[in-house]
């Protein structure tokens, strides 16, 4: 009887090996121990059973990533011991700990395996369209391909129970949907492999082992290849996987391609001849297993050991050569493990040892960095901290010298040691104080510097070709003279150019209409009569002061500049029901300039009373009287206020001359032609009671083509900006509008910009109000300030089973998100898309890579479970009646339990503040309390809940998830009392 012994090596040292202890094997009736402790090597092939972990370890193949696997066996409850629920209180595989990071949820952790160790974002894109189909096929494969899968074979591997062909057809359902997704597509999501297909791959590839055909999916089938031929060189093959009994991963098939020689020899196999005496079983056994090509392996039980037949010299020595090969190559090999792991510790060693120097150098670098930071501030002391931490650091130096006196001096030595710190003390103060007028004297100095050079730099703009041009002003030449007199009298001169230049400046200066001027000529006067006088000018440092303070009074010009910002707010003539008095009421108000507002009746006939007609001979609304200045035509008004009183340069009317000119325009021909054409032709029923003139009507839609076509090239009226064409011919389009016409397109644009909002066009929501995971999305929406297109289905009616949605939404599930030519379904796809496309910040969806990855494994841990079970438990009974499975119920109470767990020790769900996680487990959760389901046993969910409906209030939390939830529990009710 033959039996097989493999105790060799593999072909390289870097492939990977399985270590497994040697049994006792008998070689001709004797008992042959290959060492006490030796092990023997074989090369093995393990199958990992759970295609999620199998997904995560292609993908650590994929980002060369090295893993420290912990085998769970299920069957045998591994995963229920107390080590691991204090790890993962849901106790799945697989899960992950990066150094106390814990993760579960297999698609979770492909997201942040990615985003927190791949070279690129291929296999998850950063483009945010891109990274919401990503998310979108991977929930599809958690909720819908995966879950249906488990729902048709877990019965059968856990109770052998009969396979159930109705779940079997809903996963051909789901592989349908697959392939329509794949349609005219190589990939599911992008234009290349992602996350997506390396998930969906593994579930298809284990449909496929369960027995179910694919053929018939052409998309799904050569995807698959696709897949496979990808995937082939990281692992990938019918779901193996190979283990070593250190690392317990192997390096991939590229990486021992790479090596240019053996460290090792060729796996050898000998036959050795085992003879004893037999059972009938033992001997029957053996047989069935010699058929099946089987290895049978002897216990010691099951026989007596024979005498030993007689054995030649030629055979020992075989023998011997045997042995001493087997030891040969187990030694080397255990050398081979001690020199790597020797390397592996002394390599860490030094990397420890070379960060811990690193360290230290920067901590030694920090502290004499901030020693001389703080010696600088002490000897040159240049902020309010600065001498803050100066008159500190005398305080403490008193204190300790009036210790020092009290501890060694009494009675009059005492008395005199203290006075003679009060002394010390005083001079201290004395020079602190003394450096602080300095300083506050150079940084006047240099603030009354930059101010003199702001105020005569001249007034720059940039040209459309990109040409800079400036221009002086007459306040900027102004201050630039004032400032040439000004340097010249700061300088030290002797007493004849001195005399010389006050000569000079006091008709300079007697031109200057401010308050100051009278005493600046009154100082200068003084000056020279005292250097005629032959007096030291040493003595007249303070007079020679007191004129710089005024002179600069004077160039600064504040009080001319207050003069005029206290004249009367220009005063505007005006009717509501003009356009354009509302065009430049807008106008105003774009660039915050109050008027003064003058309602004027027209019904009343005030505009020819004789007060008016003497402003405005031409008796037309809206009229401006600016101080004196009387304009009226709106269009020359609203030019005149944005000229006069806006404070951007360049942006309702540019001061480039071609750009002014597409503006100027486009208002004659608002002004013209349109306004003109909608005046004319509303002017008969309006004014004088006939009926409006078809002709007149044609010019008014000829005038809109011509319109159109001009924006047909343009995004702006006038241009690619916003600017006051766009002002004026909005306000004719409203009025057109609210008498007949439709343009919603253009009006809720213009609209948007004059109001400060976004130029978007808004998404489209199809919704259905009961459906908590709709309810989600209503309130990130109101939460991230997002307007949509709702599109209402209802499902009762199959109104979601019309071919028109099936077209968009293959799966025809809600909500489905229409942004431009995104499609979007799966609700927490489309939470996370629309804060990475809309929020104005990332508080709801942090882009830290850990806490992102939390909230994803709360989504998921929604969408799989949570949200699962009460869909399983609640929606038989609201869509068909049926009574309510206890057995539903215990799986929902479960992970309520494990949802409790989550919050220990936390306030939200992934972080320190409200995220999407709380959102969405915040709709399922209150959904559940509307059933009935009584939440006080829970003692973290109960506040956290409470927190979330707080949070919530101000963005609609009772009109959207309380009224929706109170419809869907009681139409449950009623269903439940039927």
């Given at each position: 009887?033959l039996?097989?012994l493999?105790?060799?090596?593999?072909?390289?040292c870097?492939?990977?090996?399985?270590?497994?202890?040697?049994?006792?094997?008998?070689?001709?009736?004797?008992?042959?121990?290959l060492?006490?402790?030796?092990?023997?090597?074989?090369?093995?092939?393990?199958?990992?059973?759970?295609?999620a972990?199998?997904?995560?370890?292609?993908?650590?193949?994929?980002?060369?990533?090295?893993?420290?696997l912990?085998?769970?066996?299920?069957?045998?409850?591994?995963?229920?011991k107390q080590?691991?629920?204090?790890?993962?209180?849901?106790?799945?595989?697989?899960?992950?700990?990066?150094?106390?990071?814990?993760?579960?949820?297999?698609?979770?952790?492909?997201?942040?395996l990615?985003?927190?160790?791949?070279?690129d974002?291929?296999?998850y894109?950063k483009?945010?369209?891109d990274?919401?189909?990503?998310?979108?096929?991977l929930?599809?494969?958690l909720s819908?391909?995966?879950?249906?899968m488990?729902?048709?074979?877990?019965?059968t591997?856990?109770?052998?129970?009969y396979?159930?062909?109705?779940?079997?057809?809903?996963?051909?359902?789901?592989?349908g949907?697959?392939?329509?997704?794949?349609?005219?597509?190589?990939?599911?999501?992008?234009?290349?492999?992602t996350?997506?297909?390396?998930?969906?791959c593994?579930t298809?590839?284990?449909?496929?082992?369960?027995?179910?055909?694919?053929?018939?999916h052409s998309?799904?089938?050569d995807?698959?290849?696709?897949?496979?031929?990808?995937l082939?060189?990281?692992g990938?093959?019918n779901?193996?996987e190979?283990?070593?009994a250190?690392s317990?991963?192997?390096p991939?098939?590229?990486?021992i391609s790479k090596?240019?020689?053996?460290l090792?020899?060729?796996?050898?196999?000998?036959?050795?001849t085992?003879?004893?005496?037999?059972?009938?079983?033992?001997?029957?056994?053996?047989?069935?297993?010699d058929a099946?090509?089987?290895i049978?392996?002897h216990d010691?039980?099951?026989?007596?050991?024979?005498?030993?037949?007689?054995?030649?010299y030629?055979e020992?020595?075989?023998?011997?050569?045997?042995?001493?090969?087997?030891r040969?190559?187990?030694?080397?090999f255990?050398r081979?493990?001690?020199e790597?792991?020797?390397?592996?510790?002394?390599?860490e060693?030094?990397?420890?040892r070379?960060?811990?120097?690193?360290?230290?150098s920067?901590?030694?670098?920090?502290?004499?960095?901030?020693?001389?930071?703080?010696?600088?501030k002490?000897?040159?002391?240049?902020?309010?901290q600065?001498f803050?931490?100066?008159y500190?650091?005398?305080?403490?130096?008193?204190?300790?010298e009036?210790?020092?006196i009290?501890?060694?001096?009494?009675?009059?030595?005492k008395?005199?040691?203290?006075?003679a710190?009060?002394?010390?003390?005083?001079?201290?103060?004395?020079?602190i104080?003394?450096?602080?007028?300095?300083?506050?004297?150079?940084?006047?100095?240099?603030k009354?510097?930059?101010?003199?050079e702001?105020l005569?730099?001249?007034?720059?703009?940039?040209?459309?070709?990109?040409?800079?041009?400036?221009?002086?002003t007459?306040?900027t030449q102004?201050?630039?003279?004032?400032?040439?007199?000004?340097?010249?009298?700061?300088?030290?001169?002797n007493?004849?150019e001195?005399?010389?230049?006050?000569?000079?400046?006091?008709?300079v200066?007697?031109?200057?209409?401010?308050?100051?001027v009278?005493g600046?000529?009154?100082?200068i006067?003084?000056?020279?009569s005292?250097?005629?006088?032959?007096?030291?000018?040493?003595?007249?440092?303070g007079l020679?002061?007191?004129?710089n303070v005024?002179?600069m009074?004077?160039?600064k010009?504040?009080?001319?500049?207050?003069?005029?910002?206290?004249k009367?707010?220009?005063?505007?003539?005006?009717?509501?029901?003009?356009?354009?008095?509302?065009?430049?009421?807008?106008?105003?108000?774009?660039?915050?300039l109050?008027?003064?507002?003058?309602?004027?009746?027209i019904?009343?006939?005030e505009?020819?009373?004789?007060?008016?007609?003497?402003?405005?001979p031409?008796?037309?609304?809206?009229?401006?009287?600016?101080?004196?200045?009387?304009?009226?035509?709106?269009?020359?008004?609203?030019t005149?206020?944005?000229?006069?009183?806006?404070?951007?340069?360049?942006?309702l009317?540019?001061?480039?001359?071609?750009?002014?000119?597409?503006?100027?325009?486009?208002?004659q021909?608002?002004l013209?032609?349109?306004?003109?054409r909608?005046?004319?032709?509303?002017?008969d029923?309006?004014y004088?009671?006939?009926?409006?003139?078809?002709?007149?009507?044609?010019l008014?839609?000829?005038?809109?083509?011509?319109?159109?076509?001009?924006?047909s090239?343009?995004?702006?009226?006038?241009?690619p900006?916003f600017?006051?064409?766009?002002?004026?011919?909005?306000?004719s389009?409203?009025?057109?509008?609210?008498f007949?016409f439709n343009?919603?397109?253009?009006?809720?644009?213009?609209?948007?910009?004059?109001?400060?909002?976004?130029?978007?066009v808004?998404?489209?929501?199809?919704?259905?109000p009961t459906s908590?995971?709709c309810?989600s999305v209503?309130?990130?929406?109101?939460?991230?300030?997002v307007q949509?297109?709702?599109?209402?289905?209802?499902i009762?009616?199959?109104?979601?089973?019309?071919?028109?949605f099936v077209a968009?939404?293959p799966?025809?599930c809600?909500?489905?998100?229409?942004?431009?030519?995104l499609?979007?379904?799966?609700?927490?796809?489309?939470?996370?898309?629309?804060?990475?496309?809309?929020?104005?910040?990332?508080?709801?969806?942090?882009?830290?890579?850990?806490?992102?990855?939390?909230?994803?494994?709360?989504?998921?841990?929604?969408?799989?479970t949570?949200?699962?079970?009460m869909?399983?438990y609640?929606?038989?009974?609201?869509?068909?009646?049926?009574?309510?499975d206890?057995?539903?119920?215990?799986?929902?109470?479960?992970?309520?339990?494990?949802?409790?767990?989550?919050?220990k020790?936390?306030?939200?769900?992934?972080?320190?503040?409200?995220?999407?996680?709380?959102?969405?487990?915040?709709?399922?959760?209150?959904?559940?309390?509307?059933?009935?389901?009584?939440?006080n046993?829970y003692?973290?969910?109960?506040?956290w809940?409470?927190?979330?409906?707080?949070?919530?209030?101000?963005?609609g939390?009772?009109?959207i998830?309380?009224?929706?939830?109170?419809v869907?529990?009681?139409?449950?009710?009623?269903?439940?009392?039927?």
């Amino acid at each position: 009887m033959l039996n097989t012994l493999q105790c060799a090596i593999s072909v390289a040292c870097l492939n990977i090996v399985l270590f497994v202890r040697a049994k006792q094997i008998r070689v001709k009736g004797k008992i042959l121990k290959l060492g006490n402790c030796v092990e023997t090597v074989a090369v093995l092939q393990d199958k990992i059973k759970n295609p999620a972990c199998r997904s995560v370890l292609i993908l650590a193949r994929l980002l060369d990533i090295e893993f420290d696997l912990r085998s769970i066996n299920v069957l045998e409850k591994e995963h229920l011991k107390q080590e691991f629920v204090s790890i993962n209180p849901q106790h799945v595989i697989p899960t992950i700990d990066d150094h106390g990071f814990i993760l579960w949820e297999s698609r979770v952790i492909l997201t942040y395996l990615c985003s927190a160790f791949a070279k690129d974002d291929t296999l998850y894109p950063k483009n945010i369209r891109d990274r919401a189909l990503v998310d979108q096929r991977l929930q599809f494969d958690l909720s819908t391909l995966y879950r249906r899968m488990e729902d048709y074979i877990q019965p059968t591997m856990t109770y052998g129970a009969y396979l159930d062909e109705k779940k079997k057809l809903k996963i051909t359902e789901a592989l349908g949907w697959l392939n329509t997704m794949l349609n005219d597509k190589k990939w599911v999501a992008t234009d290349n492999m992602t996350l997506a297909d390396i998930s969906l791959c593994i579930t298809v590839n284990q449909i496929q082992a369960f027995g179910i055909d694919i053929s018939i999916h052409s998309n799904v089938n050569d995807w698959m290849q696709r897949c496979k031929t990808e995937l082939e060189p990281h692992g990938f093959e019918n779901g193996l996987e190979y283990h070593d009994a250190f690392s317990q991963t192997g390096p991939s098939d590229e990486q021992i391609s790479k090596l240019d020689k053996k460290l090792s020899r060729d796996t050898q196999t000998v036959e050795v001849t085992i003879s004893g005496a037999e059972t009938l079983l033992d001997h029957a056994v053996q047989v069935y297993g010699d058929a099946k090509k089987m290895i049978y392996e002897h216990d010691d039980n099951e026989y007596e050991i024979m005498p030993e037949n007689y054995e030649s010299y030629e055979e020992q020595q075989s023998k011997r050569d045997l042995e001493t090969k087997v030891r040969l190559i187990q030694r080397n090999f255990r050398r081979f493990l001690w020199e790597k792991l020797i390397k592996k510790t002394a390599a860490e060693w030094r990397a420890t040892r070379t960060e811990q120097d690193k360290r230290e150098s920067d901590r030694r670098e920090s502290y004499v960095k901030k020693r001389e930071i703080c010696c600088t501030k002490k000897a040159f002391p240049k902020t309010k901290q600065d001498f803050d931490l100066l008159y500190a650091e005398v305080e403490t130096w008193k204190e300790k010298e009036i210790a020092r006196i009290n501890e060694q001096f009494s009675g009059a030595p005492k008395i005199a040691e203290l006075n003679a710190l009060l002394d010390k003390e005083i001079k201290l103060l004395n020079a602190i104080q003394r450096q602080r007028f300095l300083l506050r004297k150079e940084l006047e100095n240099e603030k009354n510097a930059k101010l003199l050079e702001k105020l005569g730099k001249p007034v720059t703009w940039v040209t459309h070709k990109n040409k800079t041009i400036e221009m002086d002003t007459i306040r900027t030449q102004r201050a630039r003279y004032l400032t040439k007199f000004y340097m010249e009298m700061k300088k030290q001169m002797n007493t004849e150019e001195r005399l010389t230049l006050l000569v000079n400046v006091i008709p300079v200066i007697f031109n200057e209409q401010h308050s100051q001027v009278p005493g600046l000529l009154e100082l200068i006067d003084r000056e020279k009569s005292m250097l005629i006088r032959g007096v030291d000018p040493e003595s007249l440092e303070g007079l020679r002061k007191r004129q710089n303070v005024l002179f600069m009074d004077i160039i600064k010009n504040e009080e001319n500049e207050k003069k005029e910002s206290k004249k009367m707010s220009p005063r505007l003539f005006y009717a509501p029901m003009s356009p354009p008095s509302r065009m430049v009421q807008i106008v105003a108000r774009k660039i915050g300039l109050d008027l003064d507002l003058k309602l004027v009746n027209i019904d009343a006939e005030e505009l020819y009373s004789s007060d008016f007609l003497a402003i405005n001979p031409q008796h037309c609304l809206p009229t401006l009287d600016d101080n004196g200045l009387v304009l009226w035509e709106s269009r020359a008004i609203a030019t005149y206020l944005v000229s006069n009183y806006s404070t951007s340069d360049d942006e309702l009317y540019p001061r480039d001359p071609r750009k002014r000119a597409l503006v100027d325009q486009m208002l004659q021909f608002d002004l013209g032609t349109f306004y003109a054409r909608l005046n004319d032709y509303y002017a008969d029923l309006l004014y004088k009671n006939k009926p409006l003139d078809p002709e007149k009507r044609t010019l008014i839609t000829e005038a809109i083509e011509i319109f159109d076509r001009i924006l047909s090239t343009r995004k702006w009226a006038a241009g690619p900006m916003f600017t006051l064409a766009d002002i004026s011919l909005c306000q004719s389009f409203c009025q057109l509008e609210a008498f007949e016409f439709n343009f919603q397109q253009f009006i809720r644009e213009i609209n948007q910009k004059v109001i400060g909002t976004s130029l978007q066009v808004m998404p489209k929501l199809y919704y259905s109000p009961t459906s908590p995971p709709c309810r989600s999305v209503l309130l990130l929406a109101k939460i991230i300030n997002v307007q949509f297109d709702l599109k209402t289905i209802n499902i009762f009616d199959h109104e979601h089973l019309k071919p028109a949605f099936v077209a968009l939404n293959p799966q025809h599930c809600i909500p489905t998100l229409c942004d431009k030519n995104l499609v979007l379904w799966e609700s927490r796809a489309i939470l996370t898309y629309l804060v990475s496309a809309y929020a104005k910040d990332d508080t709801l969806y942090p882009k830290d890579v850990r806490i992102r990855a939390l909230i994803d494994q709360r989504l998921h841990f929604d969408l799989g479970t949570l949200s699962h079970r009460m869909v399983e438990y609640f929606y038989p009974t609201i869509k068909l009646g049926a009574p309510l499975d206890e057995t539903k119920r215990a799986k929902l109470e479960e992970a309520l339990r494990w949802l409790d767990s989550f919050m220990k020790g936390r306030t939200w769900q992934a972080t320190d503040h409200f995220t999407l996680a709380d959102l969405a487990l915040c709709v399922t959760v209150s959904q559940i309390e509307a059933f009935g389901w009584n939440l006080n046993a829970y003692t973290k969910i109960k506040p956290w809940l409470k927190l979330c409906k707080e949070y919530l209030e101000p963005h609609g939390y009772d009109e959207i998830n309380e009224h929706g939830s109170e419809v869907l529990a009681n139409y449950f009710m009623s269903r439940l009392k039927h």
